[in-house]
T-cell receptor
Framework: NAGVMQNPRHLVRRRGQEARLRCSPM?????VYWYRQLPEEGLKFMVY????????ESGMPKERFSAEFPKEGPSILRIQQVVRGDSAAYFC?????????????FGPGTRLTVT | GNSVTQMEGPVTLSEEAFLTINCTYT??????LFWYVQYPGEGLQLLLK?????DKGSNKGFEATYRKETTSFHLEKGSVQVSDSAVYFC????????????FGTGTSLTVIP
């Protein structure tokens, strides 16, 4: 069973460009979470999605950031008009539905560098 | 609010030394507690967990006990190996927060031969 897949692993964007980060959850998992890790900091929750629904986006910046998890295909975290402060590692995690176990399985992360 | 505080690193130990990484938490409800490990260039891997007070999570020689009275979940290992070198994250989750995790800032451990 393949783990959580994220791509690209490294992404370089110039200020003002768009960044698209992809996450494929583990097989059978229908819950996806995105976290951001700034240098020298822990992971901070951004958004929690289920198929075609955003459940909790309380950690998402109000502007330029959006996330989706379509019925088919990977979850996408989109950052428009990137700025240097967006440089970070972005981790995706997934969990199976209704297990009550609360475990989340993490991908290897995408390291975004804004120049 | 909900938060996790863990001891700052980096921590450098000799092989076979005893390891303790402190972790304390604040929570608005009854949390489940976790330790995750991150090896260089990789994602986080679940190391161990505990879901109620006095539970002891253990895995690969690591263990941590859920102490409600001191709101702590300290990670310990009796004899570390070079292969344990990694960053360790303490985390909590609550059922009423949509299962989001709250992470500490991480503690970097380097074990030297």
């Amino acid at each position: 069973n393949a783990g959580v897949m994220q791509n690209p692993r490294h992404l370089v964007r110039r200020r003002g460009q768009e960044a698209r980060l992809r996450c494929s959850p583990m097989k059978g998992h229908s819950h996806v979470y995105w976290y951001r890790q700034l240098p020298e900091e822990g992971l901070k929750f951004m958004v929690y999605l289920q198929k075609e629904n955003i459940i909790d986006e309380s950690g998402m910046p109000k502007e330029r950031f959006s996330a989706e998890f379509p019925k088919e295909g990977p979850s996408i975290l989109r950052i428009q008009q990137v700025v240097r402060g967006d440089s970070a590692a972005y981790f995706c995690a997934s969990s199976p539905p209704n297990t009550g176990q609360y475990e989340q399985y993490f991908g290897p992360g995408t390291r975004l560098t804004v120049t | 609010g909900n938060s996790v505080t863990q001891m700052e690193g980096p921590v450098t130990l000799s092989e076979e030394a005893f390891l303790t990484i402190n972790c304390t938490y604040t929570a608005t409800g009854y949390p489940s507690l976790f330790w995750y490990v991150q090896y260089p260039g990789e994602g986080l891997q679940l190391l161990l967990k505990a879901t109620k007070a006095d539970d002891k999570g253990s895995n690969k020689g690591f263990e941590a006990t859920y102490r409600k009275e001191t709101t702590s979940f300290h990670l310990e290992k009796g004899s570390v190996q070079v292969s344990d070198s990694a960053v360790y994250f303490c985390a909590l989750t609550l059922t009423n927060t949509g299962n989001q995790f709250y992470f500490g800032t991480g503690t970097s451990l380097t074990v030297i031969p």
